[in-house]
């Protein structure tokens, strides 16, 4: 299983694309210009491939990519297992090609029981598991941050699940099995947030206190 949640910076291949372009820089004679959309995403880990040979072209972390005119397939890595395919993307002299890849984000954020800091509640790391949304295969492994996280991911709902493990004042210790809805759409960044503290059991005297 490829490792959830790492990008790695990649180097261009082949005499068919040419170093990632800044931006507004000019195209270079006898070049088209493939720019990928990801609604506001800034880098997306692909590869280009030429559609007819099926040759790779080049593999690039970022958005924009000088290539030779021609017909190419484009692969897009998200940090789940699966891989987005774009076929039939034109590239001609001088112009540049705009393509709308599917994708958008989410975010996990998991708070500790009862755990509480000046300012509010405190941040918990906690393994968890993202499925399709039928629950039929595991499509990747991830751990909650202490700070702001981002995860790209296919346009589409998935389900995640935590396991938590609570222990009560008594020391009773009970296994607690959390499945969310998490819906990804282009453009935007899906928060989902589960807090611990809904699942520690009642102390003796508690309820009759609230009462």
């Known amino acids: 299983m490829r490792k959830f949640f790492v990008l790695v910076a990649s180097m261009v291949l082949g005499c068919a694309a040419t170093q990632v372009p800044p931006q507004q820089a000019v195209i270079p004679p006898g070049k088209g210009e493939l720019v990928l959309d990801a609604g506001g995403i800034e880098a997306l880990d692909f590869v280009v491939y030429f559609q007819d040979t099926g040759r790779e072209v080049a593999r690039i972390y970022g958005l924009r990519t000088y290539l030779d005119p021609g017909t190419y397939k484009i692969v897009v890595k998200t940090d789940l297992e699966d891989e987005i395919e ?3 993307v034109q590239i001609a002299v001088g112009q540049e090609r705009h393509v709308r890849v599917p994708v ?6 998991v708070f500790g029981a009862g755990a509480q800091e000046r300012g509010g509640t405190r941040r918990v790391q906690i393994p968890f598991l993202v499925y399709d949304y039928g629950m039929h295969k595991v499509l990747g492994r991830g751990m909650s941050s202490l700070q702001v996280q981002h995860f790209v991911a296919r346009e589409g709902m998935y389900k ?3 396991t ?6 008594q020391g009773v210790t009970t296994v607690h099995d959390i499945i969310r809805p998490v819906e990804v759409r282009f453009g935007t960044v899906y928060p989902l ?3 611990l503290s809904t699942l520690v059991p ?3 005297g508690q309820e009759e206190q609230r009462r």
């Open 86 to 88: 774009i076929e039939d």
């Open 104 to 109: 958008g984000r989410f975010m996990v954020n």
């Open 160 to 162: 995640v699940r935590i």
């Open 164 to 169: 938590p493990m609570i222990t009560s004042a």
């Open 193 to 195: 947030t589960i807090d």
């Open 202 to 204: 009642t102390q003796p």
